[in-house]
């Protein structure tokens, strides 16, 4: 198991910036990822990056937002520019496999909210 702590959601307006990082602790992590969830909606994938900085995002983030993450530190990170109200949700970071799916994720943090203003 990984003890992830997330951290950096807020109220930003459309067309705004934030970034979200995600402090990890425990064992080593192959991959980590950021899902989010949208009041009424379900979980849905947003990012995901493996050890050796291989990423994949969700083509309605892509080109917007950029997953990084400082193993030396054991944090990940989600830089999210021109924001929209849609992007308005939970956001949580998990450590498991290199997937798309929450399934395939083991640990999860206590998720932090995100609203985009219009």
């Known amino acids: 198991q990984v003890h992830l702590v997330e951290s950096g959601g807020g109220l930003v307006q459309a067309g705004g910036s934030l970034r979200l990082s995600c402090a990890a602790s425990?064992?080593?992590?192959?991959?980590m990822g950021w899902f989010r969830q949208a009041p009424g909606k379900e979980r849905e994938f947003v990012a995901v990056?493996?050890?050796?900085?291989?990423?994949y995002y969700a083509d309605s983030v892509k080109g917007r937002f950029t997953i990084s993450r400082d193993n030396a530190k054991k944090t990940m990170y989600l830089q999210m520019s021109s924001l929209k109200p849609e992007d308005t949700a939970v956001y949580y970071c998990?450590?498991?496999?290199?997937?798309?799916?929450?399934?395939?994720?083991?640990?999860w943090g206590q998720g932090t909210q995100v609203t985009v203003s219009s």
């Open positions: 990056i493996s050890w050796n900085a291989m990423t």
């Open positions: 425990g064992r080593s992590t192959y991959a």
């Open positions: 998990a450590a498991g496999s290199l997937s798309t799916r929450g399934a395939d994720f083991d640990s």
